[in-house]
C-alpha cells in the first residue's frame, strides 16, 4: 500500500512532514522504552498536524496518520484509544509548554515590555508553526469538549499573564478580569479569522495595530452593573413555523446537545416531527441547514438590534442600546444564540465566513466612533466585534444564557472606551448619561 503524503511539505513543532519514516529507529538497537517511545509519539503527532492541514479534522483518520508517520498499528494503540487521544496528547506536547515559556510561568511580575516581546513572540510562533495552529485554534472545534478545554485553559494562562502585566502599568491597575478575558478574546478572534483563510502571515503586520488596542483601554471608574430582567420570550411553539423554520429551530435544538459533527439529518427531522423528504424538499443537506440556520439567527438577531442603535439619541447610547437588544435576544433565542457563537466553528468555513459577514454589518456601527476619534487603532471594529462574541461564549459555556442581559453594560464599556474613554463609556454603559 503506497504511503500517505500530504499535499504539499508541512512543517510542525515535530519536524517536517515528509522526514517522518526517515526518522524511524532502525531494528536492532537497545534503545530505552522511553525513547522509542517518544520517536513514535512525535511522528504521530506530526503527522497528525499535517493531515488536518490537508483534510480536517473531522476527516482524519488513524489510517492516515499511520501511513505518514510510518508507525505501526500496535504501537498506535499502544499509545493512544484513538485519535481523538492522539490530539490531546499532541496538545499537551506542544501547547502548554511552548505558550508557558513564551508567556514565561512563574517568576516576578512581566513589565509592559517584557508583555510586548512575549506578544511579538506567539504572533511569530503562530505564523511559523501555522498547521499547528490551525489545528490548536480552528480544528480544534470540530475535536470535541476535552481538545476544546484544553486550549480554553491556555487562553486563561494568557488572561492572567496580561493582568499581571497591567498591575504594572501606570493607569491600568485593577483592570476586571472579565474585561482583560474579552481583550484576549478579540485577539484571539483576529488570530482564528487569519488561520481558517490562510492569511496568517496578516498578522505580523497587525501586531502594532492589536497592540494599540490593548493599550486603549483603562480600569472603568466604577463598576459596571449586572441589569437583570426576564428575557422577551421566543417566537412561540415550533408547529407555529413555516416547515423551513421549523427545520432550522430542530437543528439549533440538536446542535446545541449534540455538536454539529454527531448530529445527523434524521435527528433534526426527529426533532421537527417531519419526514426525511420534507427536510430534502428545502435542504440538500446539513451543511446547507446549517447556513439557513446561522442566516436566520443571525437575521432575527439583526432585526432586533439596528432599530435598538438607530432610535438612540447619540451614537454612545445607539450602542448601549442595541447591545441591550443583541443580549436580550440571545438571552430568548438560546439555541440560536449558541448555534451562532458555539456550535459554529465546528461547521467549517463556509459557515464562519457567514457568520463573519454577520459581524461586518455589527462593525460599522462604530464608524461614528472613528469619526470621534480617528486615531484609534484600525483593527478595533475587528477585535471588538471578537470579544464580544467571546463573551457570548463564555456566557454560554458557563450555562448562563437565560442571563445574557447582565453582559450588555461590559459589551458597551469594551466598545466605547477606545473612543470615548474609560469615564464617558462606563456612564453610558451603567445608563447613567446620553454621552456626546
Not at 405 to 421: C, D, K, M, R, S
Request: aromatic share 8%; proline share 7%.
Amino acid at each position: 500500500m503506497a504511503s500517505y503524503g500530504p499535499v504539499a511539505m508541512v512543517t510542525t513543532p515535530w519536524g517536517d512532514a515528509g522526514t517522518l519514516h526517515d526518522r524511524k529507529l532502525q531494528p536492532g538497537r537497545r534503545l530505552p522504552p522511553e525513547e522509542v517511545a517518544r520517536n513514535q509519539q512525535e511522528r504521530l503527532f506530526a503527522a497528525l498536524v499535517a493531515v488536518v492541514a490537508e483534510k480536517g479534522y473531522e476527516a482524519t483518520r488513524v489510517e492516515d496518520l499511520l501511513e505518514l508517520s510510518g508507525v505501526s498499528r500496535s504501537a498506535f494503540y499502544a499509545h493512544f484509544k484513538d485519535k481523538e487521544e492522539c490530539l490531546l496528547a499532541a496538545l499537551h506536547a506542544f501547547v502548554g509548554p511552548t505558550v508557558g515559556a513564551i508567556f514565561a510561568d512563574g517568576g516576578p511580575p512581566p513589565d509592559e515590555l517584557r508583555a510586548r516581546q512575549a506578544f511579538d513572540a506567539f504572533i511569530n510562533l503562530i505564523v511559523e508553526q501555522a498547521a499547528a495552529a490551525r489545528m490548536c485554534l480552528v480544528e480544534i472545534y470540530a475535536a470535541g469538549p476535552r481538545a476544546i478545554e484544553e486550549i480554553d485553559r491556555t487562553t486563561d494562562g494568557v488572561q492572567a499573564f496580561l493582568s499581571a502585566t497591567l498591575e504594572q502599568v501606570p493607569g491600568r491597575q485593577g483592570m476586571p478580569p472579565e474585561i482583560v478575558r474579552a481583550m484576549v478574546g478579540g485577539v484571539r478572534k483576529v488570530i482564528h479569522s487569519r488561520l481558517y483563510r490562510h492569511q496568517e502571515e496578516e498578522l505580523l503586520e497587525l501586531i502594532p495595530q492589536m497592540w494599540d488596542w490593548f493599550a486603549a483601554y483603562e480600569p472603568p471608574p466604577e463598576p459596571l452593573r449586572r441589569p437583570r430582567g426576564r428575557a422577551a420570550q421566543n417566537g412561540g411553539p415550533a408547529n407555529g413555523y413555516d416547515p423551513a423554520e421549523r427545520i432550522l429551530r430542530a437543528l439549533a435544538a440538536v446542535v446545541a446537545e449534540k455538536g454539529y459533527p454527531a448530529m445527523t439529518i434524521g435527528d433534526i427531522a426527529a426533532r421537527a416531527s417531519i419526514s426525511l423528504s420534507t427536510f430534502y424538499a428545502n435542504f440538500a443537506d446539513k451543511e446547507e441547514a446549517m447556513l439557513a440556520a446561522v442566516d436566520s439567527g443571525s437575521s432575527q438577531m439583526l432585526a432586533t438590534t439596528l432599530p435598538a442603535f438607530r432610535r438612540a439619541p447619540d451614537w454612545p447610547n445607539a450602542v448601549r442600546g442595541a447591545f441591550g437588544a443583541m443580549f436580550a435576544f440571545c438571552a430568548a433565542e438560546p439555541e440560536y444564540t449558541t448555534l451562532g457563537a458555539v456550535d459554529v466553528y465546528a461547521a467549517g468555513r463556509r459557515a464562519l465566513e457567514q457568520r463573519d459577514e454577520v459581524m461586518k454589518t455589527m462593525e460599522g456601527l462604530l464608524i461614528p466612533g472613528f469619526e470621534i476619534k480617528p486615531d484609534v487603532s484600525p483593527i478595533a471594529a475587528e477585535a471588538i466585534g471578537g470579544a464580544i462574541y467571546s463573551m457570548i461564549y463564555d456566557q454560554i459555556k458557563g450555562g448562563g444564557a437565560e442571563n445574557m442581559q447582565e453582559v450588555a453594560p461590559l459589551a458597551a464599556y469594551i466598545t466605547l472606551a477606545p473612543f470615548i474613554g474609560a469615564e464617558q463609556a462606563c456612564t453610558v454603559a451603567n445608563g447613567d448619561g446620553r454621552g456626546r
